[in-house]
């Protein structure tokens, strides 16, 4: 393999204008038996050429059972850290590392192992949205798909601290009568939503369904008529009789919705400050069809989990994935 620059976190080298990125990623995935896994929140090209497109708790379990030499991840960061704790001994790549998360940075792990020792007898729940090191310090990872079904499998006695989203944490607890300890953190995309765009949006579209995603504030999800993980909002928005959908969530997931359901409408909802496109993760879109192209024909950057962190990471990923199995998610 030729010597490539990746210090800026993703390879950097230029890319013929005469190569077609599309006809030559697929090529590449065949010949070096590659897959690419991506979320629901990547640019509408990057989930056309993915192998498979879902949310969190979907990337994982894929991960988990898949059978290929190179996973992509084309997500953000935790996401290829997951999949290579899940498969330490496959390559896993990620278009650019520089494709973090605000909400897993909200939580570092050395903050976190000094509120365990603060709470004596909790135990700890973490969102998938965390770092693997966060995740050595964790009794059960949940995604937004599962959470509530996981924090019910606890006894109703259980002291537990849920983090680092205190959005979906605090949905939960109103959901399940819990009353979990929550972390103070939050997602940047999903905290920019604002009641009165949707109000203002619900006046225009009077039938609309109002979808939001569970990081959003209770504010928001108390005017949503579903609130789910991405995956849940789009089969909601499949089986419902409804035309119209306001969507509260990364604007990403608009190309899954509008490809399965042609006939329906599907308005994104705008941020407070409707002159940036703050409902796109800055994060999630530095990922793009020439970075991809690049990291599948350098095989750059690598996703790489310290062995002992990943050691005890797995241990709560495998308790979540169990669990998803047991209660067909
Ligand atoms: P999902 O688990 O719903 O895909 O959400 C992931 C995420 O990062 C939401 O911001
Ligand atoms: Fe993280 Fe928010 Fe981006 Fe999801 S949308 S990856 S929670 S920053």
């Given at each position: 393999?030729?010597?490539?620059?990746?210090?800026?976190?993703?390879?950097?080298?230029?890319?013929?204008?005469?190569?077609?990125?599309?006809?030559?990623?697929?090529?590449?995935?065949?010949?070096?038996?590659?897959?690419?896994?991506?979320?629901?929140?990547?640019?509408?090209?990057?989930?056309?050429?993915?192998?498979?497109?879902?949310?969190?708790?979907?990337?994982?379990?894929?991960?988990?059972?898949?059978?290929?030499?190179?996973?992509?991840?084309?997500?953000?960061?935790?996401?290829?850290?997951?999949?290579?704790?899940?498969?330490?001994?496959?390559?896993?790549?990620?278009?650019?590392?520089?494709?973090?998360?605000?909400?897993?940075?909200?939580?570092?792990?050395?903050?976190?192992?000094?509120?365990?020792?603060?709470?004596?007898?909790?135990?700890?729940?973490?969102?998938?949205?965390?770092?693997?090191?966060?995740?050595?310090?964790?009794?059960?990872?949940?995604?937004?798909?599962?959470?509530?079904?996981?924090?019910?499998?606890?006894?109703?006695?259980?002291?537990?601290?849920?983090?680092?989203?205190?959005?979906?944490?605090?949905?939960?607890?109103?959901?399940?009568?819990?009353?979990?300890?929550?972390?103070?953190?939050?997602?940047?995309?999903?905290?920019?939503f604002s009641v009165e765009k949707i109000v203002e949006l619900k006046k225009q579209y009077p039938d609309a369904e109002v979808l939001?995603?569970?990081?959003?504030?209770?504010?928001?999800?108390?005017?949503?008529?579903?609130?789910?993980?991405?995956?849940?909002?789009?089969?909601?928005?499949?089986?419902?009789?409804?035309?119209?959908?306001?969507?509260?969530?990364?604007?990403?997931?608009?190309?899954?919705?509008?490809?399965?359901?042609?006939?329906?409408?599907?308005?994104?909802?705008?941020?407070?400050?409707?002159?940036?496109?703050?409902?796109?993760?800055?994060?999630?879109?530095?990922?793009?069809?020439?970075?991809?192209?690049?990291?599948?024909?350098?095989?750059?950057?690598?996703?790489?989990?310290?062995?002992?962190?990943?050691?005890?990471?797995?241990?709560?990923?495998?308790?979540?994935?169990?669990?998803?199995?047991?209660?067909?998610?």
């Open positions: 393999m030729i010597a490539v620059d990746i210090s800026r976190g993703y390879v950097d080298a230029p890319i013929d204008e005469k190569v077609d990125i599309v006809a030559e990623i697929k090529r590449m995935k065949e010949e070096k038996n590659a897959v690419i896994l991506a979320h629901y929140y990547q640019e509408s090209a990057i989930q056309e050429i993915a192998d498979f497109v879902g949310d969190s708790l979907a990337l994982a379990q894929w991960a988990a059972k898949c059978d290929a030499d190179i996973l992509v991840v084309c997500g953000v960061h935790f996401m290829g850290e997951t999949a290579k704790i899940l498969c330490p001994y496959k390559k896993v790549l990620i278009p650019d590392l520089n494709a973090g998360c605000s909400l897993a940075d909200s939580c570092k792990a050395e903050d976190l192992a000094a509120f365990k020792l603060q709470h004596p007898g909790y135990k700890v729940i973490s969102y998938v949205n965390t770092s693997a090191a966060v995740k050595a310090h964790t009794d059960m990872v949940v995604t937004s798909t599962n959470a509530r079904q996981i924090v019910e499998s606890f006894p109703a006695d259980e002291k537990l601290i849920f983090g680092p989203d205190r959005n979906l944490g605090g949905y939960i607890n109103s959901i399940t009568g819990r009353n979990m300890l929550l972390w103070n953190g939050a997602c940047h995309v999903h905290e920019q939001a995603h569970p990081e959003c504030k209770s504010t928001i999800l108390a005017l949503a008529d579903k609130v789910g993980s991405t995956a849940a909002l789009l089969k909601h928005a499949i089986n419902s009789d409804c035309k119209q959908f306001i969507v509260a969530t990364e604007s990403g997931i608009l190309h899954e919705m509008r490809k399965n359901c042609t006939e329906k409408t599907f308005i994104p909802a705008p941020p407070a400050d409707s002159t940036c496109a703050c409902n796109e993760c800055n994060y999630m879109r530095m990922n793009t069809m020439r970075k991809l192209y690049n990291t599948l024909k350098y095989e750059l950057p690598e996703v790489t989990v310290d062995k002992e962190i990943a050691a005890k990471a797995i241990v709560p990923i495998e308790r979540m994935l169990d669990i998803s199995a047991k209660l067909g998610l």
